[in-house]
């Protein structure tokens, strides 16, 4: 099979740096992709380490190293603790995550992620899931729908937005970018219609993929999985996600604060590693995807 064209790996040696790989450890990607950072950990493992790669995404799988220390796992990183414990690994020296979607995602047009290409409704990440854009869309309840370019694309109008689908879907289904964008016409000014497009497809992406539901559950099982002095290397692309991370780096919490003992002594699973990192001017100028990446670093106490 032919390789993929996948992002160049954003924050490259920023985000290994931050696992602080041991030759001798154990490490997982959870965002295999092009396999840009795995590659980068496996040059710094030595002989008795290992890497396990996850990838919901089966168009990854043709960028599979052949390597005896590396296995990837075709499934979801919310499922991160059940395989490595199937694949018999209880703990782990760190772990990597480069959210969001990739470049080859956004370039594969009838994948639906892309505002530049005309297609059907789908942005599944997963493309052996049953539901897709077109069900967000044809299928939600206005109220849903409004809640959703509400929480998730912070849509000023998002219950114009909605009110507007639910009429337009009464005459014939709306199954492509060009009949979403049609209906929504009224709310897509000339001068900001990219930006506001680019919120409208975040939402819907969101709510089909369950991405920060994902997020949550995989941030949550870390706290078992990672040994003491493990590391988080995670890089975040919108503040939705960023959010989670930094709260969970924080206190383990993903709101609220952490319960005190007796003593007033709070018992937090992690340390934060240095400040945020963000990409230099000149790695977006190579790397227009890395604009809003985020970078945070955590150790497991």
Do not use: C
């Not at 709101?255 to 590693?273: A, L, Q, S, T, Y």
């Amino acid at each position: 099979m032919e390789l993929m064209e996948y992002h160049k790996p954003v924050l490259l040696t920023e985000t290994v740096d931050g696992l602080y790989v041991k030759p001798d450890g154990i490490y997982v990607d959870v965002t295999f992709g092009g396999g840009g950072h795995s590659k980068e950990i496996l040059n710094r493992l030595g002989e008795e380490g290992r890497l396990i790669a996850f990838d919901q995404d089966e168009d990854s799988l043709v960028n599979l190293i052949n390597d005896s220390r590396f296995l990837l796992i075709n499934e979801n990183f919310r499922y991160l603790k059940q395989f490595l414990k199937f694949n018999n690994i209880s703990k782990v020296d760190g772990i990597l995550g480069d959210f969001g979607v990739s470049s080859h995602q956004f370039n594969v047009a009838e994948r639906g992620f892309s505002t530049r290409f005309e297609a059907e409704l789908d942005m599944r990440m997963n493309k052996k899931s049953s539901f897709s854009a077109f069900d967000v869309i044809n299928k939600y309840s206005e109220e849903k729908l409004r809640l959703i370019f509400f929480s998730y694309g912070e849509l000023r109008a998002a219950a114009g937005m909605a009110r507007v689908i639910v009429e337009n879907r009464k005459q014939r289904p709306i199954v492509s970018s060009k009949q979403l964008k049609s209906s929504l016409g009224r709310f897509l000014p000339k001068h900001r219609e990219n930006k506001i497009l680019a919120q409208i497809y975040q939402a819907i992406r969101i709510e089909v993929n369950q991405e920060l539901e994902a997020l949550k559950d995989f941030l949550s099982q870390t706290v078992d999985v990672l040994n003491p002095g493990g590391r988080l290397s995670l890089i975040s692309y919108h503040s939705l996600e960023d959010r989670l991370v930094k709260r969970f780096m924080r206190n383990g919490l993903f709101e609220g604060e952490p319960e005190k003992d007796v003593f007033g002594r709070v018992e937090i699973p992690f340390k934060k590693i240095g400040k945020f990192i963000i990409p230099t001017d000149d790695e977006i100028q190579i790397n227009n995807r890395a604009r809003s990446a985020k970078l945070r670093i955590a150790e497991k106490l």
